[in-house]
Structure formats: C-alpha cells, structure tokens
C-alpha cells in the first residue's frame, strides 16, 4: 500500500463547476499538507499549503484536512480552462521529506 | 517564495555518456532537493542536498549514478552519469523556504537518453 493514495483521473468537468480533488494516506504523523499544480512542462507550483488539520482558504481554492480520517481535499470554485493542470497532493512530517500522491490530471472544458 | 532556474531545459543524450544539470536559486538556501519525474508518474526524491555537507540519497540512488555538488548556499548541480534509456525523465530541483517545509520547485531538466 501506497503511504499516499490519489486517484490519477483523468477528470473532467465543464467551466464554472466546483471541482474536488483528494488524497488519503495512511502514516499519521504527517503533520504538514500541500498542493501543487503543475502544468504541462512545468515544474509543480506550490498552490496550497496547510498545517494539522482544518481548511484554509485562498481565493477560489480551499484545502481541507481531516487528520482523523487520513484525508485531504482540495476544492476548487468557480473553475477555468486555465485550472486544467495536474494536481499532486504531497505531505511531511516536520524536517521530513515530502511524500508526493500520483498526482490528478483535471480537465476543465470550455 | 523562490525563484528557481535550471540548466538545459531539455537534452537528448547518447546512452553512456553523463549529463549535468545546474540549478540557481534567486536567494540564499540551506536545503535543496532533487527529484525524478518519469513519464505520467510522480516525483521522486533522489537525494537531499545541504550545503557544506555530503548529500544524502534516498534508497534506490546512488552516489556514483547521481553525483551532487552543493559549493554554495544559492547554487548545486546533478550529474546523471552512464545514462541509460531507462534514466529519460524530467529532473526536477527545489528548495525548502522558511523551515517549513515547504518546497518550491524550478521549471525542470527533460532528458531524453537514446
């Protein structure tokens, strides 16, 4: 079993829906939480960044995290064709490495 | 946040011979980090680079395969050495910020080795 499990899509959704990506894990020490987009040919941009569980807010993109459900979800409002990216969810326990999830291509059509 | 840069952007590459990558960082950093992108796959980190010190590989890499220089606290370099078909993938640098482990990411090496 994967420490960090997320589902690699493709998922597709029409402009303006309200899209959900997730990542569950299973090493509960993890203590620190992330998102990163990551375009084609890009290197991965830090989206979002949270610390224990809760949401945090920014913008069109929230990130939640329920540490006792192992579980971290990203939603996104309002999307564009311009969000079509893949998302990797990544984790860490303080001064650890990040443990990267495989990643979810999200296609947002026009 | 940082900025990042890489050097190349992309290279194809005989099998056998080495390819080494740099990586500059607009500010000064303790921690930088190499990761392996294959193709429709995640990251993976090869090895943690401090500098002043040896770096340190993860399981699976090693030293003579992935030679990593860290002079100073803005600046390292990968070496790929006797690459192989199987060592074409992105390769990518970051640097933690802030002691909080967050990690930014520079735009990434492709390498394809023929």
């Known amino acids: ?110 | 946040s940082a900025v990042i840069s890489q050097k190349p952007s992309r290279d194809i590459c005989q099998r056998g011979t080495s390819l080494t990558i740099q990586c500059q960082v607009d500010s000064q950093v303790t921690m930088m980090f190499w990761y392996r992108q294959q193709p429709g796959q995640s990251l993976t980190l090869i090895a943690t680079a401090n500098q002043g010190s040896e770096a340190t590989y993860e399981s699976g890499f090693v030293i003579d395969k992935f030679p990593i220089s860290r002079p100073n606290l803005t600046f390292s370099t990968l070496t790929v050495s006797n690459m192989s078909p199987e060592d074409s993938s992105i390769y990518l640098c970051s640097v933690e910020k802030g002691g909080s482990d967050e990690q930014y990411f520079g735009p990434g090496t492709r390498l394809t080795v023929t």
Do not use: H
């Open chain 1, 1 to 110: 079993q994967k420490e960090v499990e997320q589902d690699p899509g493709p998922l597709s959704v029409p402009e303006g829906a309200i899209v959900s990506l997730n990542c569950t894990y299973s090493n509960s020490a993890f203590q620190y939480f992330m998102w990163y987009r990551q375009y084609s040919r890009k290197g991965p941009e830090l989206l979002m960044y949270t610390y224990s569980s809760g949401n945090k807010e920014d913008g069109r993109f929230t990130a939640q995290v329920d540490k006792s459900s192992k579980y971290i979800s990203l939603f996104i409002r309002d999307s564009q064709p311009s969000d079509s990216a893949t998302y990797l969810c990544a984790m860490s326990r303080y001064g650890n490495k990040l443990v990267f999830g495989a990643g979810t291509i999200l296609r947002v059509k026009s």
